[in-house]
T-cell receptor, first 112, second 113 residues
Framework: QKEVEQNSGPLSVPEGAIASLNCTYS??????FFWYRQYSGKSPELIMS????GDKEDGRFTAQLNKASQYVSLLIRDSQPSDSATYLC????????????FGGGTRVLVKP | EPEVTQTPSHQVTQMGQEVILRCVPI?????FYWYRQILGQKVEFLVS????????KSEIFDDQFSVERPDGSNFTLKIRSTKLEDSAMYFC???????????FGSGTRLTVV
């Protein structure tokens, strides 16, 4: 079973702090990794994609990928109350065509 | 910014009835998908569609489900005989290339009673 695992949370962080989210995946052949943000009752919104080992920064978001250890992480710097949402890790598993396999999501609560 | 449009936003149907969920993907995208999310659960893959045919489908996507691209813009999901357990949010998504992240539509909340 190809799986993507995330801690469900909630991850509670004070406003202005760094939120750190982790995701592990089981298929070593996975090639593409994505972070989506989902507000309650809304659709997932793509916030980051990463394809190679290392860090990728976009504004207050940094995605980190380590294929050897099979994990991908997301850092949210200077967290704002508007960042309160569920963050979904999604993986394109090489052997599974173009579909994305989603983790269960980590709920983040940013407290003012 | 281009977006994926889904209609209706909410559909209530009686068990055993047929429903059609509609989607208009982003115009230059070539890959189309349907996902669903039962309340409180993971986003689950249903089917992918490329070059006017299904490229992959999940175990969920049984004979009760079908997809169609009847014209150059619409992409539909049909459930022939709905069951209570089909109640979920159904998301359409599209991508320009197969290995890119998707853009999701706003979803259709299907309630089967």
């Amino acid at each position: 079973q190809k799986e993507v695992e995330q801690n469900s949370g909630p991850l509670s962080v004070p406003e202005g702090a760094i939120a750190s989210l982790n995701c592990t995946y089981s298929d070593r052949g996975s090639q593409s990794f994505f972070w989506y943000r989902q507000y309650s009752g809304k659709s997932p919104e793509l916030i980051m994609s990463i394809y190679s080992n290392g860090d990728k920064e976009d504004g207050r978001f940094t995605a980190q990928l380590n294929k050897a250890s099979q994990y991908v992480s997301l850092l949210i710097r200077d967290s704002q109350p508007s960042d309160s949402a569920t963050y979904l890790c999604a993986v394109n598993i090489q052997a599974a065509g173009n579909k994305l396999t989603f983790g269960g999501g980590t709920r983040v609560l940013v407290k003012p | 910014e281009p977006e994926v449009t889904q209609t209706p936003s909410h559909q209530v149907t009686q068990m055993g009835q047929e429903v059609i969920l509609r989607c208009v993907p982003i115009s230059n995208h070539l890959y189309f998908y349907w996902y669903r999310q039962i309340l409180g659960q993971k986003v689950e893959f249903l089917v992918s569609f490329y070059n006017n045919e299904i490229s992959e489908k999940s175990e969920i996507f049984d004979d009760q489900f079908s997809v169609e691209r009847p014209d150059g813009s619409n992409f539909t999901l049909k459930i022939r005989s709905t069951k209570l357990e089909d109640s979920a949010m159904y998301f359409c998504a599209s991508s320009e290339r197969g290995n890119y992240g998707y853009t999701f539509g706003s979803g259709t909340r299907l309630t089967v009673v």
